[in-house]
């Protein structure tokens, strides 16, 4: 077995997410009573409100918390991965899953992300709509096609017949409209808050090269999928880079899926509420395991099924 962690992004999270997980295990409640925020954390997991718990200020720091708790329950049994990839934040949860950052470092800067994101484009019209049944290329022209209106790029290329557009609101309904004339099956608009991964994020990015200044970055214990490249980094790239880019460029998730197994991987394990990353990998690689923890049951699930064929 070579097993890869891949860790939820925004968009899975749901009120009640970590509860039973809080009761039931000391070391993700460690996390959790630790997390550097300053709202509080646990009651907006436990019992919202809904809308507060999808403004990305807030969504990321929790996701981010949720996952490093999960990731300590897996290594107390454990259950090492020999690679990890993130949707996006999720990225951050990899990464400090690989030893590249603290568990309270990660909180931190995955709260300090959702407001410079929030920030970036504060009082601007933008919209994200997710595309199905159609390809990159002729999705890429719609794109092109309504250039006039205003920013809209792929944002997200999640697995074959799911992408995401992203920008200007008008330029993205624009693009949406054209992609249903040229065949897409669906077009869904997106409950975000904010153009993610396009380039109208780079105020994000900005405020992340400066922030990253005075971070402490450690060794990375394993590889990570980076969602800028749909790759394990080469020696010359370094991390901060790469996440100053992914902040505002394309989420490369199902070349990143199609890299782990190209690279041997034959299971993954969805850290997260939901199983969104799950059906994306379904799509694009049949050869793969999927098993996931969002609760203490699916947590017992994926230890038994993991049970003699772990990697220390």
Known sequence: MKLAFLYAGQGSQKVGMGKDLYEACPAFRQVLDHAPVDFDLKKLCFEGPEEQLGDTRYTQPCMVAFAVGVTA?????GIIPEAAAGLSLGEYS???????????QAIALAAFRGGAMADAVAGRPCGMV?????????????CDA??????????????????????DQEAVDAAAALAKEKGARRC?????????????????????????????????AFPVVFNCL????????????????????????????????QNGFDTVVEIGPGKALSAFVKKTAKSIRILNVEDVASLEATVEALKGDTHE
């Open 130 to 142: 997710a595309v199905l049944g159609m390809e990159r290329e002729p999705l890429q022209a719609c």
């Open 188 to 220: 869904v608009p997106l409950k975000v808050s904010g153009p993610f991964h396009t380039s109208l994020m780079k105020p994000a990015g900005d405020a992340l090269r400066e922030r990253f200044q005075s971070e402490a970055f450690g060794e990375m």
């Open 146 to 167: 309504v250039k006039g209106q205003g920013v809209c790029e792929i944002a997200n290329y999640n697995c074959p017949g799911q992408l995401v557009i992203g920008g």
């Open 230 to 261: 749909g790759r394990a980094k080469t020696a010359e790239e370094t991390v901060p880079a790469l996440l100053e880019r992914q902040v505002q460029s394309s989420v490369y998730f199902e070349d990143s899926i199609r890299w782990l197994e």
């Open 94 to 104: 990899a990464l400090q899953a690989a030893g590249v950052f603290a568990p309270e």
């Open 73 to 77: 329950l897996l290594r107390e049994k």
